[in-house]
T-cell receptor, first 115, second 113 residues
């Protein structure tokens, strides 16, 4: 079964600093990988996805992530944090490597931006 | 396009009561899903419907039933609610052509007392 580990339930950075949110996955098949963001009392919004094309994926709001097969990682980065980036971030992997049977989510990382 | 809509937004039930959560999507997606979100647990898949006419269990199906009413609608039923089912419930839909990227509804916050 696929699984996702997000290191750090809370990450705090200063405004303007680099954001790095870590995600490691396990998958028995080539995975599809996703990062979602959730603002308070809202649903989840897709930031970016990896579907076996380019290993460096650019998403919305200046975020990007790099797929590293050798490290089974898909870490999310943003060069300069903004106050509006404060939210919960979820990494997810497709359950069957790209099929219609849903996603397995990590437990989430709460990103705090210090002024 | 409204995307994925869910009703109700909030609900309070007493233990043993039943209710149905409704979900509809207007993106012509074949696949639909129900997840629950609990603090510190991320989202966990309850049931999914890969296509109209099919439904399958996810990670945490016990205590729930689903109905894929048509291509647009996918409902989740709690027959006898328990306090352990207090959670936020999200419906989502996806399509092969978009790599099964999930589009989420706004959620239903359910409290069982």
């Amino acid at each position: 079964a696929q699984s996702v580990t997000q290191l750090g339930s809370h990450v705090s950075v200063s405004e303007g600093a680099l954001v790095l949110l870590r995600c490691n996955y396990s998958s028995s098949v080539p995975p599809y990988l996703f990062w979602y963001v959730q603002y308070p009392n809202q649903g989840l919004q897709l930031l970016l996805k990896y579907t076996s094309a380019a290993t460096l994926v650019k998403g919305i709001n200046g975020f990007e992530a790099e797929f590293k097969k050798s490290e089974t990682s898909f870490h999310l980065t943003k060069p300069s944090a903004h106050m509006s980036d404060a939210a919960e971030y979820f990494c997810a992997v497709s359950i069957s490597g790209g099929g219609a049977d849903g996603l397995t989510f990590g437990k989430g990382t709460h990103l705090i931006i210090q002024p | 396009n409204a995307g994925v809509t869910q009703t109700p937004k909030f609900q309070v039930l007493k233990t043993g009561q039943s209710m149905t959560l409704q979900c509809a999507q207007d993106m012509n997606h074949n696949s639909m899903y129900w997840y629950r979100q609990d603090p510190g647990m991320g989202l966990r898949l309850i049931y999914y419907s890969a296509s109209e006419g099919t439904t399958d269990k996810g990670e945490v199906p016990n205590g729930y039933n689903v109905s894929r009413l048509n291509k647009r609608e996918f409902s989740l039923r709690l027959e006898s609610a328990a306090p352990s089912q207090t959670s936020v419930y999200f419906c989502a839909s996806s399509e092969l052509e978009q790599s099964y990227e999930q589009y989420f509804g706004p959620g239903t916050r359910l409290t069982v007392t």
